[in-house]
């Protein structure tokens, strides 16, 4: 008996209200989601659900079980999106807007870093010697500027 995937179904038979409708928003057959529920309280040697025609519902057991549970899958789907989340692959492209001293001295020496941590990102780098340069249309704007010079900044994502 796989137990996670038991408890999942034992959940979603609460939520949905029925082993039919469990077994459909599975994409198991009703059958399959009957025997797993049946094999966890087998296991536990205890009633967790009581069952008419039309619905089930929890018995004074099934309710605490579940009580305990819920949290404990919560915090594995968590788990799990966290590891997704640190190991998704940035990918796209980054529209990059800076003068040229910058492209030379700074960015030339990051883009082979770069390129090797994030292949899947292409850059397009745009090189422009302008004062004023519109920034509306970059991703990421790097500019030497003067002492004097009065930055508008513009964040967005």
Excluded at 61 to 70: F, M, S
Aim: charged residues 25%; without cysteine; hydrophobic residues 45%.
């Amino acid at each position: 008996m796989d137990r996670l995937q038991t408890l999942r179904v034992f959940q979603r038979v609460v939520d949905e209200g029925s082993f039919a409708a469990a077994a459909r928003a599975l994409d198991l057959s009703p059958a399959v989601v009957t025997r797993l529920v049946a094999s966890l309280e087998a296991h536990l040697g205890a009633r967790l659900l009581q069952r008419t025609t039309r619905r089930v519902s929890l018995t004074e057991a099934g309710q605490a079980y579940l009580e305990r549970i819920r949290p404990i899958l919560q915090d594995l789907d968590d788990a799990d999106a966290m590891v997704n989340t640190l190991t998704m692959e940035p990918t796209g492209l980054l529209h990059v807007q800076t003068v040229p001293a910058l492209a030379t001295h700074v960015l030339g020496p990051m883009l082979a870093g770069f390129r090797s941590a994030y292949p899947r990102i292409r850059l397009l780098i745009h090189v422009d010697n302008q004062l004023d340069p519109p920034i509306e249309d970059f991703d990421v704007t790097l500019l030497g500027v003067r002492d004097d010079f009065d930055a508008q900044v513009v964040a967005r994502r």
